[in-house]
């Protein structure tokens, strides 16, 4: 019996005796009251300490006096497993796992082989890995670190049943050159995309011009409309280099009804809207040194029959010979040809001469548009 019961025990009847007296003096005992009720009152404290003597103690009375036993140390099972490559969803791309590997072994009956625990807990948790890791891309790595962590955070049992085995502080990595690979081939993929997007909108703005806009110079008209709505005037100044661009983007000539509104387009070269058709870019290109020279005369106001005009050319054709001008030879042969078709025009007559008074205009003391100034050399 503790101390602890029998302070309870005295604390009880203690109580009791007082409830006892307090009642005797209220109720009036007589006198042989008294000593009844206290007898009964011992009985009853006497009874209670003899009950809990005899009740069996919590702690078994053959242990009661040995000495603490000092508690065995747990028994840890795990293994560090470092850079294990498993594969990934792209081929000669792997994972390196690093992880810490915990088991526990199950209780197998009586004659059972033994086994390596920690080899089928290391093979337990990898294979469980590489379930995980097989369908991933390496790009996502860190990803797949968290997967892993969540997926092997279960003792499970092995295969063979003779192990529960986990893993913890896992890793997921790849090689240097494995990662430098990547990087560069995401590079080149984004590249692509962002080329092939270029690509496609180029060619849907191609055949939006080719195939729409200027498939007549109508369309071209009303598409320049729909884009400078307020400049209708504009539009009509614009319509003979639209025509002409309809015309280049088909490759056909202008049609002959919207002729008239070519006088106004561009012709200076260098100009960005200098686009000219086809049929007059191929006569400007044949253009001989007769023909320009024909157009200075006509715009000086002379025509071929005038006898002005060869005196004038064979003046430059002698000048030019004299002074050694490059194209000289090709100006001496202009003169020759303007020669005799003068006098195929005019036959029997000889061509004028410098100083020929019935040639007005043509001497020294001419006063017409070649007057010499006065020179004796026949020079002007």
């Known amino acids: 019996m503790s101390s602890g019961h029998k302070t309870m025990t005295a604390f009880l009847t203690l109580i009791g005796a007082l409830v006892i007296v307090i009642t005797g003096l209220c109720v009036r005992w007589p006198w042989w009251a008294w000593p009844a009720a206290l007898g009964a009152l011992l009985a009853v404290a006497g009874a209670a300490l003899v009950g809990v003597r005899r ?5 078994p009375r053959e242990f009661a006096l040995e000495p603490d036993l000092p508690i065995p140390p747990v028994e840890r099972w795990e293994k560090v497993v470092r850079n294990v490559a498993l594969p990934s969803l792209s081929p000669n791309y792997d994972f390196l796992v690093t992880a810490l590997v915990r088991w526990v072994p199950v209780d197998v009956p009586h004659g059972a082989p033994e086994v390596s625990s920690a080899g089928l807990a290391v093979d337990a948790v990898l294979s469980r890995a590489r379930a995980v890791t097989a369908g991933q891309p390496p790009e996502r790595s860190s990803l797949v670190q968290h997967q892993l962590s969540g997926e092997l955070a279960t003792m499970l049992p092995d295969p063979s049943g003779r192990v529960l085995a986990m893993a913890e502080n896992l890793v997921v990595t790849l090689s240097d050159a494995d990662r430098e690979r990547l990087e560069k081939l995401a590079t080149v993929r984004k590249d692509e995309a962002v080329w092939e997007h270029e690509r496609k909108w180029e060619q849907s703005k191609r055949a939006y011009l080719g195939e729409d806009v200027l498939t007549s110079t109508g369309s ?23 025509a002409q661009l309809t015309a280049v983007a088909n490759d056909e000539p202008v049609p002959e009804r919207l002729h008239g509104f070519l006088a106004d387009a561009p012709k200076k070269e260098g100009d960005a809207g200098a686009f000219v058709d086809a049929g007059a870019a191929g006569e400007d290109a044949e253009e001989t040194f007769a023909d320009r020279f024909t157009r200075l005369m006509q715009d000086a106001g002379l025509d071929e029959d005038d006898p002005r005009w060869l005196l004038f050319a064979r003046r430059v054709a002698d000048d030019a010979m004299a002074t050694g001008v490059p194209g000289a030879q090709t100006l001496a042969d202009l003169a020759d040809d303007l020669e005799r078709g003068f006098q195929e025009r005019t036959p029997g007559e000889d061509p004028p001469k410098e100083g020929d008074d019935g040639n007005p205009g043509t001497g020294p003391s001419s006063d017409g548009p070649f007057d010499d100034g006065g020179y004796d050399d026949g020079r002007w």
């Open 55 to 59: 009740r069996r103690p919590l702690i």
């Open 220 to 242: 071209a008209v009303v598409w320049w409309l729909a884009k400078n709505d307020d400049k209708v005037d504009k539009a009509v100044a614009d319509i003979g280099l639209l």
